[in-house]
């Protein structure tokens, strides 16, 4: 359990610049709260994606593949610098619930972004859209 866990001051802002994003569903400016060497974690893959630019064109995609986004709850860590997002989306006809967990840095810049989804059949269709729409330029990411 997490109790009287609180961000970071530019942890707490860096996340609430990240609601306002995805809000608008607009991410251009989310290069601005993303660290150049953050790591991206994919639900699908079992190495995760490197560099600022993976995890951006990852969310910048994905936030057109969600439908009906809607983050539900969120969960601090006790360390200030991390936080646990759940979310609901509708993938084609396929509804989907998970997670973003999202580490920040002393500065407030988002390091790590790992994303867990169910159920399978959701994942599996989020998966086909996703590499449909990037999969080469992700895969070419991975092996540079």
């Not at 530019?10 to 251009?28: G, N, P, Y």
């Not at 951006?56 to 009906?68: G, N, R």
Request: glycine share 6%.
């Amino acid at each position: 359990m997490m109790s009287d866990a609180s961000l970071t001051p530019a942890a707490r802002e860096t996340l609430a610049r990240w609601h306002e994003i995805v809000e608008r569903r607009d991410m251009k400016n989310l290069p601005e709260i993303v660290h150049k060497d953050a790591v991206f974690r994919s639900p699908v893959a079992h190495t995760p994606y490197p560099g600022s630019f993976a995890l951006c064109l990852a969310l910048s995609t994905v936030i057109k593949v969600f439908e009906d986004f809607t983050y539900h709850r969120e969960f601090i860590g006790t360390d200030g610098q991390s936080a646990v997002l759940e979310f609901s989306a509708l993938v084609g006809d396929k509804r989907v619930k998970g997670i973003d967990m999202v580490q920040f840095d002393a500065g407030g810049l988002i390091t790590e972004f790992e994303v867990m989804i169910r159920p399978k059949n959701g994942l599996e269709a989020l998966a086909e859209e996703m590499g449909a729409r990037i999969g080469d330029m992700m895969t070419k990411m991975k092996q540079a």
